[in-house]
């Protein structure tokens, strides 16, 4: 869900403009999951663009405030997460934190990377949410470690069902910037995608798990 259409439409057109969006429908990109897709959305690439890593910040940093306003801790969730959600508790003069996927086979053994206690209030910050697993190992994580998870926010969303219905089982409320319907209609509307590509994404996302098998 996003907060804001506005943002959502800016989001997306600059995620357009610096060819984060990228298109293979003829050779698909397989996700961690083993889902086949013709997109792939490389929010990565934000960090090498210094005004467009400023609005995206600054965005998820306001977003943030408005509904949470000040936690304890902001966490990224590695490795996506961790430079966007480092500017945005920067713009906050918060502490960050971030949580591997898994617990590290040596030293410490830290799955959280960053100073964390018990009981404090955190917002966890995401680049992408695709099918959630990602975002829910991370939650999973801080729940261990006894922090209060107030929610989270990301840049951008697919909208499945699926991660929707395993995020809202743990209850937490979660938004982004923008979502894949703003996407691939600004990227029609520009010229960005043709037709028949249009057509191949519309298919695919209807039923992701099963496209291209």
């Known amino acids: ?50 005004d467009i890593r400023e609005y995206i910040a600054g965005q998820l940093a306001h977003q943030l405030t408005e509904q949470y306003g000040r936690p304890d801790l902001v966490v990224g969730v590695a490795t996506g997460a961790i430079g966007i959600g480092m500017l945005v508790a920067e713009k906050l003069g918060l502490p960050f934190a971030y949580v591997r996927p898994e617990p590290k086979s040596h030293g410490r053994q830290n799955q959280i990377e960053g100073q964390a206690t018990t009981g404090q209030r955190v917002v966890v910050i995401e680049d992408l949410i695709s099918t959630g697993k990602s975002s829910l190992n991370a939650i999973a994580a801080l729940d261990k470690a006894g922090l209060q998870v107030l929610g989270m926010l990301g840049i951008f969303s697919y909208g499945f069902d699926v991660a929707a219905e395993n995020i809202a089982r743990r209850g937490i409320p979660v938004h982004t910037l923008s979502t894949y319907g703003h996407l691939i209609g600004l990227a029609s509307e520009s010229g960005y995608i043709q037709p028949d590509q249009m057509e191949t994404l519309r298919e695919w996302r209807r039923n992701p798990q099963e496209w291209n098998n």
């Open 1 to 50: 869900m996003v907060l804001d259409d506005e943002t959502a439409r800016k989001t997306a057109e600059l995620l357009l403009q610096i060819n984060a969006i990228k298109l293979k429908p003829e050779n698909p990109f397989t996700w961690a999951s083993g889902w086949k897709s013709p997109i792939y959305c490389d929010n990565r690439i934000v960090l090498s663009y210094p």
